[in-house]
């Protein structure tokens, strides 16, 4: 069993935590800036398991926080997509089987119904080993973005004013059905061969008749990309709910990132605001920014119900939802973050990893999610911040 421990001195130390490794200033200087999308050696594992004093802290924070009812509703969802048989396709990874995941999401809806936080914490510490991501460099430091759902007006069809398509995911793109990764596009001939670049696909029109819907911004669609899904009030009325289905599998390029190394805006203050700002003042300049980045990303309508829709399928939930590289983390888990908020404020909470993101890859990158409409966009747009990452599972 685990020592008992007073709120005052797991807060303390999870303070002391976060000084080490999320406060600006206390790192030293690097040569080069941290590489946080270093994909993982050959061989290595994204994920090692937590003893020791860290491990009873995460414990004890994730006993404080499991009935919280946004939890306890991002948990249920979770573990309805863990009861689909065709979940069972994405493991095992990192060692994790689909019956020890689903297990360990089961478990922790039964903890979560003690009323008495001592008794969910010994549970929790009897039952379950702690895992972390071993971040972008093996020290476990993870940078964590954020992302939101946007509301814009929208045309069914082209119009004057609306101009710049979504467009449907096209039949001839190909993905593992284990993993989802995009493996390419399918030609005639039965070879499946990388999908064309956004430049391509742009300046070659492949994908006309694919257009799901029109929005009157340049900027405004590639948000919506990046962000992965949209609500949008269309102009004949009635809403429409689009969401993620697959990318062209190229590499993400931010054009935040561009735009700080073109000298345009300062890396301590740029935000999805300020950028919008850049290009409302440079417009000549927008799609030049926006071919750089090769990623293309393809929608589907979703309904209300299910609105907004990570890429496992369902609604996630502000700040209980993560979006993570899926193709070395397992889906669906029980996650504890640990990282700062813009302001400087400290986040340490439990969530659910059940999505991911354009620009998420390797295990030294993770997204929160905010929620929906403008307050959303500026807290994710201001969101960067170093931390750890921790999953929970049961023990074998």
């Keep these: 069993?685990?020592?008992?421990?007073?709120?005052?001195?797991?807060?303390?130390?999870w303070g002391l935590l976060l000084v080490a490794l999320c406060l600006p200033g206390c790192r030293k200087p690097e040569v080069e800036p941290p590489d946080y999308a270093r994909p993982l050696p050959p061989g290595a594992s994204a994920l090692r398991e937590v003893d020791g004093t860290w491990r009873d802290q995460i414990?004890?924070?994730?006993?404080?926080?499991?009935?919280?009812?946004?939890?306890?509703?991002?948990?249920?969802?979770?573990y309805d997509w863990f009861r689909i048989e065709s979940t069972k396709q994405h493991f095992p990874i990192e060692g994790v089987t689909h019956a020890r995941a689903r297990a360990s999401v089961e478990k922790l809806m039964e903890i979560a119904e003690a009323t008495d936080a001592r008794v969910r914490a010994d549970r929790l510490d009897a039952?379950?080993?702690?895992?972390e991501s071993v971040g972008y460099d093996g020290s476990g430091i993870v940078l964590f973005t954020g992302y939101y759902s946007p509301e814009y007006t929208a045309s069914k069809t082209r119009t004057g004013k609306f101009q710049y398509p979504l467009y449907a995911r096209p039949a001839d793109l190909v993905s593992d059905p284990a993993t989802g990764a995009i493996l390419g596009q399918q030609q005639s001939s039965g070879q499946v061969t990388p999908y064309p670049t956004r430049q391509q696909i742009e300046s070659g029109n492949l994908l006309a008749g694919q257009e799901l819907v029109y929005l009157p911004s340049r900027l405004d669609a590639y948000s919506i990309e990046v962000n992965g899904s949209a609500k949008l009030q269309l102009t004949t009325g009635g809403t429409m709910y689009v969401g993620y289905s697959g990318t062209n599998g190229r590499d993400y390029t931010s054009i935040g990132r561009l735009l700080v190394a073109d000298g345009v805006l300062d890396p301590n203050t740029v935000t999805m605001p300020s950028i919008r700002q850049y290009f409302q003042q440079n417009p000549r300049k927008l799609d030049d920014y926006i071919r750089q980045n090769q990623r293309f990303v393809f929608f589907e309508e979703y309904p209300a119900t299910d609105w907004p829709a990570g890429s496992l399928g369902f609604r996630v939930t502000p700040r209980r939802s993560l979006a993570t590289d899926k193709r070395i983390f397992p889906r669906g888990g029980v996650v504890l973050v640990s990282t700062t908020l813009p302001g400087g404020q400290d986040f340490r909470q439990l969530m659910l990893d059940q999505d991911?993101?354009?620009a998420i890859r390797a295990p030294g990158r993770a997204d929160l999610y905010f929620g929906i409409g403008p307050t959303a966009e500026r807290l994710s747009g201001a969101q960067a911040a170093e931390g750890r990452l921790f999953y929970l599972f049961l023990k074998q």
């Design 1 to 13: 069993m685990m020592p008992m421990k007073t709120l005052l001195i797991d807060r303390w130390a």
């Design 59 to 78: 414990i004890e924070e994730a006993a404080s926080q499991m009935t919280d009812a946004a939890f306890v509703k991002a948990l249920g969802r979770s």
């Design 127 to 131: 039952l379950f080993n702690v895992y």
């Design 356 to 358: 991911t993101g354009g």
